[in-house]
C-alpha cells in the first residue's frame, strides 16, 4: 500500500510539473503582451532627446572669424551672444584689422581692375599706371571709410561697429534686419540708436577722400557717388554677414 501509495504521488507530481511546464510559455506570451505597450524608461528618454536638440541647434547663428576662410568677420556677433562694450583701444584694433588685413589688399586689387575697366576716373588713364593710381586711390578710400566708421564716430558717439546676427524667422525679415543695420545702430549701452557713425562717417570719409582726388573730380557728385558706394557696400556686407552662419552650416558643414 505504502508502494503503491507512493507511486500514484509521484505519478502525481510528475503529472502536475509536466501541467506546468505546458502553461509556462503561455504565461510567458501573456507576461510579455501585458508589458508590449508600456513606454521607454523616463530616464533613457531624458537622455536621447537633449543631444538631438543639441546636435541640430548646435551651429545655429553661429559666425566664424572669417567669412569661406578669407573675408575678416571680426566684428560679427553670433545669435543671441551679449557681449560688453567695446572699448575705444577694441574700436581702434578692429578698423584697423578691417582695414589692413590681407584680404583688404585682394579686395582693393578687383575694386581697382573695376574702376580702371570702367574708367571711373580718366585723369588716371589706362595701363599698369593708371591701375596703380586706381588702387592706391581706392585704398585709402577703404581705409578712410574703415577708421570713420569703425573708430571715429564709434568712439564719439558711443556707439558699438558691431553686427549682431538675428539668426531666426524668415528670409525676408532677417533680409530687411540686416540691411537695415546700416541706419540702424546699438549704442554701447546696449539700445537702439540711429546709426550716426555709419551715415555721417561714411560722408566724412568721402569728404576726406576729395584731397587726394583730382580737382576736376572734387565736386559734390563725385563725393556723393563715393558716399553712396561706400554706405552700399556696407549694407550688402551686413546681409552676407546675416546669412553666412546657414551657408556655412548646410553646406561646409561648419568646416571652415
Known amino acids: ?90 574700436k581702434f584694433i578692429g578698423a584697423t584689422e578691417d582695414s589692413f588685413d590681407y584680404s583688404s589688399f585682394i579686395f582693393v586689387a578687383g575694386l581697382a581692375g573695376v574702376d580702371l575697366a570702367e574708367n571711373s576716373y580718366p585723369q588716371f588713364h589706362q595701363g599698369a599706371a593708371g591701375y596703380a593710381r586706381y588702387y592706391w586711390h581706392d585704398f585709402a578710400d577703404q581705409t578712410d571709410e574703415n577708421y570713420m566708421v569703425e573708430f571715429f564716430l564709434p568712439s564719439a558717439l558711443h556707439q558699438d561697429p558691431r553686427y549682431y546676427t538675428l539668426g531666426h524667422g524668415g528670409f525676408v525679415k532677417r533680409l530687411g534686419y540686416s540691411f537695415s543695420r546700416i541706419i540702424i545702430t546699438r549704442d554701447d549701452d546696449g539700445k537702439n540708436n540711429f546709426n550716426y557713425s555709419e551715415i555721417i562717417g561714411a560722408g566724412a570719409a568721402s569728404g576726406v577722400s576729395s584731397l587726394y582726388y583730382p580737382t576736376a573730380d572734387r565736386d559734390w557728385t563725385k563725393v556723393g557717388q563715393r558716399w553712396a558706394t561706400s554706405v552700399g557696400l556696407d549694407g550688402m556686407t551686413f546681409i552676407v554677414k546675416e546669412f553666412w552662419p546657414d551657408i556655412n552650416s548646410k553646406i561646409f558643414h561648419q568646416k571652415n
Open 1 to 90: 500500500m505504502a508502494s503503491a501509495s507512493l507511486c500514484i504521488s509521484m505519478m502525481g507530481f510528475a503529472t502536475a510539473r509536466a501541467q506546468d511546464a505546458n502553461n509556462a510559455p503561455q504565461a510567458t506570451l501573456v507576461a510579455a503582451a501585458d508589458h508590449s505597450d508600456l513606454p521607454d524608461a523616463p530616464g533613457q528618454q531624458s537622455a536621447s532627446a537633449p543631444a538631438q536638440t543639441s546636435n541640430n541647434n548646435q551651429y545655429e547663428g553661429k559666425q566664424t572669424k572669417r567669412i569661406l576662410g578669407i573675408v575678416p568677420n571680426f566684428r560679427s556677433v553670433s545669435v543671441d551672444v551679449k557681449l560688453p562694450p567695446m572699448s575705444v583701444k577694441d
